[in-house]
């Protein structure tokens, strides 16, 4: 039986052995694009054109829904099958879903009826939600059903922008981007309390892995997962002393356990430092928010940026890096040029965070270009690599 199975699987054309595949270039590829073309709509270049809703709600949308989406599809569908031991979705199965959200994309871009577009966006992320239940389901894997609980609320926070699309209610689609903002914040909290001390250890080869502080871990979790409730309800759009405290608190958290894994070996090791940067950036978000919430600042949108430019967009690049090198059967070396892959996003962030208040236009340039180099080098770099069969012939 494993003859024939191996035979079928390397049967199966490279791009659709495994999700990771498809789904870290699609999403790459797409937000390489994304971001540019919505500063230039902000700028003013598309007058006669607008995707659903109008081009803020499409970027506001389609950064966490489409890009972050893509990126977590492919990571928990490959992951699945080492944890759970069993054989992840493959060939023409996971082409119908990366064909669901591409239809999807375009949908949302080019203006389809809400109705379609409602059950182009709802079916990808209810897809995604039932196969990851299904598998964890079938070993009674219970450690990672919290996983599955949050790609359902993902889907719930969907829904409500799809309901405020419908309405034309801006403020709802703001809430359901907020809250699924702030669920896939949760989820790089979860994964991320797992894989960064893992990667550390290996990755530096050292003798002992840094134990989690359990309690603290589910803080974090049940924290930032009020944190997208109390937005989702529309609680936590303006300025209130107590949430200040509550994102005090989590970033805090976040902070303790960053100097717990810390190692000055990261230093010279950028599939490592990306990752410990990345985690760095939710702590200023957090600290950020929490000063909007006393009233310290007079803005929320650049610590939303540190999350979604630095944190989320920061950690995707560098996990993206990582496990395209290890799924293909490379060793975990960067490719030539790579790293200032890493160095252009974190200053792209910088330049999101803290320039575009001072200087908005010439501000969100400077940070859409080195977003968009820093996603075409991985592009370049490593489209081959997940075109491609493995290098030592194994399948996946």
């Known amino acids: 039986m494993e003859i024939i199975d191996r035979r079928k699987a390397l049967g199966i054309p490279p791009l659709w052995r495994l999700a990771f595949r498809p789904f870290f270039l699609a999403g790459s590829l797409f937000a390489l694009l994304a971001v540019p073309l919505w500063v230039a709509a902000w700028a003013g270049a598309w007058h006669g054109w607008q995707p659903a809703g109008g081009w803020l709600a ?8 489409g890009f972050a989406m893509a990126i977590v ?6 992951a699945v099958q080492t944890w759970t031991g069993r054989p992840s979705i493959s060939g023409q199965r996971l082409m119908l879903l990366a064909l669901l959200w591409l239809a999807a994309r375009l949908g949302w871009l080019f203006g389809l009826p809400i109705a379609l577009l409602t059950v182009l966006e709802l079916g990808f992320m209810l897809t995604l939600a039932g196969l990851m239940g299904r598998m964890l389901r079938a070993v009674r894997q219970k450690r990672n059903y919290p996983i599955v609980a949050v ?8 829904a409500e922008v799809m309901a405020g699309l419908f309405r034309g209610d801006d ?11 702030w669920l896939v914040a949760a989820l790089m909290g979860l994964i991320g309390g797992r894989v960064i001390p893992f990667f550390t250890q290996r990755g530096l080869g050292r003798q002992e892995m840094v134990k989690p502080v359990v309690w603290l871990d589910i803080a ?10 109390l937005h989702a309800a529309g609680l936590a759009l303006s300025p209130n002393p107590l949430l200040g405290l509550l994102f005090l608190a989590i970033g805090g958290g976040h902070l303790w356990r960053l100097l717990r894994w810390y190692d000055a070996g990261i230093r010279g090791v950028p599939l490592l430092w990306s990752l410990h940067l990345a985690m760095l950036w939710l702590v200023v978000a957090c600290v950020g928010l929490a000063l909007w919430h006393f009233g310290l600042l007079a803005a929320s949108s650049p610590s939303l ?5 630095g944190s989320m967009g920061g950690l995707i ?8 090198l290890g799924h293909t059967g490379r060793p975990l070396e960067l490719p030539a040029g790579v790293r200032w892959a890493f160095v252009l996003f974190n200053l792209g962030a910088v330049a999101r965070v803290f320039l575009v208040p001072v200087w908005p236009l010439a501000g969100l340039w400077l940070a859409a270009t080195c977003w968009s180099l820093a996603l075409a080098l991985y592009a370049w770099r490593y489209a081959p690599m997940l075109t491609r069969a493995r290098v030592d012939g194994h399948p996946g």
């Open 58 to 65: 499409w970027h506001r949308h389609e950064m966490l829904f």
């Open 73 to 78: 599809a492919g990571f928990l569908l490959t």
């Open 151 to 158: 790609l359902l609320l993902m889907t719930a926070a969907d």
């Open 171 to 181: 403020s709802l689609q703001r809430q359901g981007v907020l809250a699924g903002l």
């Open 220 to 229: 974090l979790l049940v924290g930032t997962g009020l944190v997208a409730v």
């Open 305 to 309: 940026h540190a999350l979604t430019v």
């Open 317 to 324: 690049l560098a996990m993206i890096a990582r496990v395209t």
